[in-house]
């Protein structure tokens, strides 16, 4: 039994055999389970659900939902984790406080998978880079990320530390991540960069105003950039309309990604 609660509690093997249970799940030969995977999900969940419900449902298991509130009650985590261990294989859990999960992930009772937290959302990076493994040596790439210290920022950061990969953050100053390399130049970051990724703005909208991606500004960067920025996200805020048309962006059809990588991850912490 494995849990997700933070990539850097992985190995690089670890990552190598979800995306190697992902090429399965994508090609249809996926192994599949029975039993039931309970999830927590908020009502604006849309990607990370759709995703995990359907990934469970094609592999055999059940998925019960309930509303990420449903776990903030007084009642022990590690009950909670200890009686749905009687009915449920594997826990799929998006809750703003990671202390939640962990204290599910405590009772050593069932898997739990993290859907995202405030302080990271490690499936959404995981599903990028299996999407970019396809194409593109990974530890080759120089990647750029660009926008405020947030569960984006630090689950990329996560990521690097796991995978050795090139990550540099473009920010104000007072918005960079603690221990992550750091450039405060837009222009002078995009010239080296071969994938940027973008994260919403928050409420330090006016603070990255000056940050957002532009099509002229991709048109600077190396040949074959890739501009990936995490959904939800609005054209004329973190990225400009011509750069959503622009020939970098992969956003859409990169995100099919989502569903084998969703399911391997599930299939790796119950032991596929």
């Given at each position: 039994?494995?849990?997700?609660?933070?990539?850097?509690?992985?190995?690089?093997?670890?990552?190598?055999?979800?995306?190697?249970?992902?090429?399965?799940?994508?090609?249809?030969?996926?192994?599949?389970?029975?039993?039931?995977?309970?999830?927590?999900?908020?009502?604006?969940?849309?990607?990370?659900?759709?995703?995990?419900?359907?990934?469970?449902?094609?592999?055999?298991?059940?998925?019960?939902?309930?509303?990420?509130?449903?776990?903030?009650?007084?009642?022990a985590l590690v009950d909670v984790a200890s009686y749905l261990d009687s009915w449920a294989d594997l826990l799929v859990v998006r809750h703003p406080r990671i202390d939640v999960l962990d204290g599910l992930?405590?009772?050593?009772?069932?898997?739990?998978?993290?859907?995202m937290t405030d302080v990271n959302h490690p499936c959404e990076v995981l599903s990028d880079l299996y999407a970019l493994r396809e194409q593109h040596d990974l530890r080759a790439l120089r990647f750029l990320?660009?926008?405020?210290?947030?569960?984006?920022?630090?689950?990329?950061?996560?990521?690097?530390?796991?995978?050795?990969?090139?990550?540099?953050?473009?920010?104000?100053?007072?918005?960079?991540?603690?221990?992550?390399?750091?450039?405060?130049?837009?222009?002078?970051?995009?010239?080296?960069?071969?994938?940027?990724?973008?994260?919403?703005?928050?409420?330090?909208?006016?603070?990255?105003?000056?940050?957002?991606?532009?099509?002229?500004?991709?048109?600077?960067?190396?040949?074959?950039?890739?501009?990936?920025?995490?959904?939800?996200?609005?054209?004329?805020?973190?990225?400009?309309?011509?750069?959503?048309?622009?020939?970098?962006?992969?956003?859409?059809?990169?995100?099919?990604?989502?569903?084998?990588?969703?399911?391997?991850?599930?299939?790796?912490?119950?032991?596929?």
């Amino acid at each position: 039994m494995r849990n997700l609660l933070r990539l850097d509690e992985w190995t690089a093997e670890d990552v190598e055999r979800v995306f190697a249970l992902a090429d399965t799940y994508r090609t249809g030969s996926g192994r599949t389970f029975s039993g039931s995977a309970v999830m927590f999900f908020p009502p604006t969940s849309l990607r990370t659900r759709v995703s995990f419900e359907r990934g469970a449902a094609q592999m055999g298991l059940q998925p019960i939902v309930f509303p990420s509130e449903t776990l903030d009650k007084p009642e022990a985590l590690v009950d909670v984790a200890s009686y749905l261990d009687s009915w449920a294989d594997l826990l799929v859990v998006r809750h703003p406080r990671i202390d939640v999960l962990d204290g599910l992930a405590a009772a050593n009772a069932v898997p739990v998978v993290n859907a995202m937290t405030d302080v990271n959302h490690p499936c959404e990076v995981l599903s990028d880079l299996y999407a970019l493994r396809e194409q593109h040596d990974l530890r080759a790439l120089r990647f750029l990320f660009v926008g405020a210290d947030g569960n984006i920022a630090r689950a990329w950061q996560e990521a690097a530390r796991v995978l050795a990969l090139d990550l540099v953050q473009c920010s104000p100053a007072e918005l960079a991540t603690p221990g992550l390399r750091w450039e405060g130049d837009i222009d002078v970051a995009v010239r080296s960069a071969d994938v940027i990724l973008t994260d919403g703005p928050g409420r330090h909208e006016d603070l990255l105003r000056p940050f957002q991606i532009t099509g002229t500004l991709l048109d600077t960067a190396p040949p074959g950039v890739l501009l990936n920025p995490c959904p939800p996200f609005q054209r004329g805020r973190e990225v400009s309309v011509d750069a959503i048309s622009h020939r970098a962006f992969v956003g859409h059809n990169f995100k099919a990604a989502l569903l084998p990588v969703q399911q391997a991850i599930m299939a790796f912490c119950l032991g596929g």
